[in-house]
């Protein structure tokens, strides 16, 4: 997403998510009032929050946050943890109250848990949710802990303590940047990895709608789709995570143009997940270590975003194993098995994509959850891809037969495409709005041979 994206989609947000917001913080800044005053008076008392304050009514359709809330059934509580995280982006100045120096000490209270640029932390979320009630702070702390609801969601983590030896709720409370992206959408801007990472965002303009392929291989796309959905509810509230492995591996294998790279657009966008394509001539180094270095980085920014990992041509890494006849062979077996393990630990959906299956090491196949065949498409496909490539404003030439090109040439979407940017261009040098056959044609031939094919 570009900076003109970003902006045009905060202003979206801002249009359908103003009032939920709005409503969602005077709310917090409600609750937080009463736990002050509640905590500072004499007697000091600590009432059960936010049950005494109800969260407002999510009514607004149109609102992603309230789709979230809603898809997710979250509680009044962590309704209000998940607006205090946000809070210090959205309104800061609603936490100044949480500033307040101890006339005392002359120091920041440490109960009330801001860090040093005044965000919440985990400490916070404690303060909020259980004043100095024992009880209800160790309540609070299983709600926030690595293994509580919230983190098992995807929705909220505390972040691990800045310094050796500080709390280790002293962390900062912050949103997962893929919640975040389904939720506030543009506000994940807030959060982009390092640019220095060797990979790169994948997206498409195109929907679900679009894709052309064999039912069997749609099939098999929904069922990694049902992963990236429910495996969460799968491995920790139907209680498989002891048994399985706590991501999804797939291979997406066929010919070049296929629909590999798109379909792996489509998941991310169908389920709310960023995609993000691995480019290995970054990754690989000729120096011991420098290539589990990088790899190492891109899972560990995967995990934080919980991205859907997607490594073309991934035979120059996932390939077959060599024998081992000097030190370098040994250290390419050791890259490949560093690999498997890291994969096999990744707590996400990672896609190879390969032109040959047999390419493919048959140690990482036997791994695999899913291995999904792109084949050229059929006459009927081609002729739909045929159809479907033309834009709207370009009329065909009466003795343009889409129908005799798909069943005469069997190429792949990418092809198709190609041919029809070149036809394209060619009408628009002339001026004209009409597609000839003869630049179809021309087009065509010039694929072909690229391909090693004649017309």
Known sequence: ?????????????????????????????????DRLEHYFGKPPSSPALPQSRPAPALQDKDCPYSRAVHQLELEDTERLLLILAVAHQ?????????????????????????????????????????????????????????????????????????????????GALSLVPGFMAQALPGMS?????????????????????????????????????????????????????????????????????TGKTLSASLLGQRCGREVWRVDLSQVVSKYIGETEKNLARVFEAAEQHKWILFFDEADALFGKRTSVSDAHDRY???????????????????????????????AFLRRFQSVVHFALPRAPERLRLWREAFPPVAQLAPDVDLPRLAQQHEISGGTIMNVVRYACLRTLGRGEHIVQAHDVEEGLRRELLKEGRSN
């Open 189 to 257: 801007l807030l959060t982009r990895p390092d640019q220095s990472l060797p990979a790169q965002r994948v997206d498409t303009a195109l929907a679900w709608s679009d894709l052309v392929l064999p039912q069997t291989a749609l099939e098999q796309l929904e069922d990694i789709g049902l992963w990236l959905n429910h495996g969460q509810a799968l491995l920790h509230e139907w209680g498989m995570a002891r048994r399985i492995a706590p991501g999804y591996v797939c291979l997406f294998h066929g010919p070049s143009g």
């Open 1 to 33: 997403m570009n900076r003109d994206q970003a902006m045009s989609t905060l202003s979206t947000l801002s249009g359908a998510a103003a009032r939920t917001l709005e409503a969602e913080l005077e709310w917090l800044a409600t609750c937080l009032q």
């Open 90 to 170: 959205l309104r800061p100045q609603l936490l100044d109250v949480l500033s307040t120096r101890n006339e005392v000490t002359q120091r920041a209270y440490t109960e009330f848990g801001l860090n040093a640029q005044g965000a919440p932390t985990g400490e916070t979320a404690c303060f909020l949710l259980a004043g100095d009630h024992m009880s209800e702070r160790l309540q609070a702390i299983h709600l926030l802990a690595p293994e509580g609801r919230l983190a098992r969601l995807g929705v909220l983590t505390v972040a691990a303590p800045v310094a050796p030896g500080e709390r280790p709720l002293s």
């Open 332 to 362: 390419a077996n050791q890259e490949i098995s560093y690999l498997l393990q890291r994969i096999e630990d990744y707590a996400g959906v990672v896609i190879l994509a390969s032109n040959l299956r047999h390419n493919i090491d048959d």
